[in-house]
T-cell receptor, first 113, second 110 residues
Framework: KAGVTQTPRYLIKTRGQQVTLSCSPI?????VSWYQQTPGQGLQFLFE???????NKGNFPGRFSGRQFSNSRSEMNVSTLELGDSALYLC????????????FGPGTRLTVL | TQLLEQSPQFLSIQEGENLTVYCNSS?????LQWYRQEPGEGPVLLVT?????EVKKLKRLTFQFGDARKDSSLHITAAQPGDTGLYLC??????????FGAGTILRVKS
């Protein structure tokens, strides 16, 4: 069974631009969660999508948004990029919403110049 | 806000030594997961502990979940260079939202 895939793996953007990251969960998994990892703050929860609906949200500004498609693939978007948005963005998939083991993808390394 | 405090932050040991990483919280978690992460990659799940007092073994790794489900530990016996990496504990606070500790960077020297 293929694991969680994320594209692109690396991205360089400039301040003020916007970016879209993509995540394909493990086949059969219906929940996708997004996390931001930085050296200073560690891993922080952004949001979770299940059945095309956002079910849970972390403490991030509205510039961070996401969506999920009917095939469970998910995208997250960051608008008006700031230098502090430079991070490793990780996607995790799990079978269902609720208490369930999450499996992480390799991440997208975003650098904002 | 649920927080997980992980200690120590850094560990540099010789091959063959034993070590323990701790993960503590004032909050109760329904489950706790341990991950290992290599640079530039996503965290890889090592184990999930669910029941208070639970002990799980994975080869040379032993995981314990506290009776009150507020703390956990990871013990590695006879560490090897291949154990080098970032170890993360994460508590499930509900709705697939994981709260992560800051992580322990382990370096095992040969």
């Amino acid at each position: 069974k293929a694991g969680v895939t994320q594209t692109p793996r690396y991205l360089i953007k400039t301040r003020g631009q916007q970016v879209t990251l993509s995540c394909s969960p493990i086949s059969g998994h219906r929940s996708v969660s997004w996390y931001q990892q930085t050296p200073g703050q560690g891993l922080q929860f952004l949001f979770e999508y299940f059945s095309e609906t956002q079910r849970n949200k972390g403490n991030f500004p509205g510039r961070f948004s996401g969506r999920q498609f009917s095939n469970s693939r998910s995208e997250m978007n960051v608008s008006t990029l700031e230098l502090g948005d430079s991070a490793l963005y990780l996607c995790a998939s799990s079978l269902d919403h609720g208490t369930d083991t999450q499996y992480f993808g390799p991440g997208t390394r975003l650098t904002v110049l | 806000t649920q927080l997980l405090e992980q200690s120590p932050q850094f560990l540099s040991i010789q091959e063959g030594e034993n070590l323990t990483v701790y993960c503590n919280s004032s909050s109760v978690f329904s489950s706790l997961q341990w991950y290992r992460q290599e640079p530039g990659e996503g965290p890889v799940l090592l184990v999930t502990v669910v029941t208070g007092g639970e002990v799980k073994k994975l080869k040379r790794l032993t995981f314990q979940f506290g009776d009150a489900r507020k703390d956990s530990s990871l013990h590695i016996t006879a560490a090897q260079p291949g154990d080098t990496g970032l170890y993360l504990c994460a508590g499930d606070s509900g709705g697939n939202k994981l709260v992560f500790g800051a992580g322990t960077i382990l370096r095992v020297k040969s």
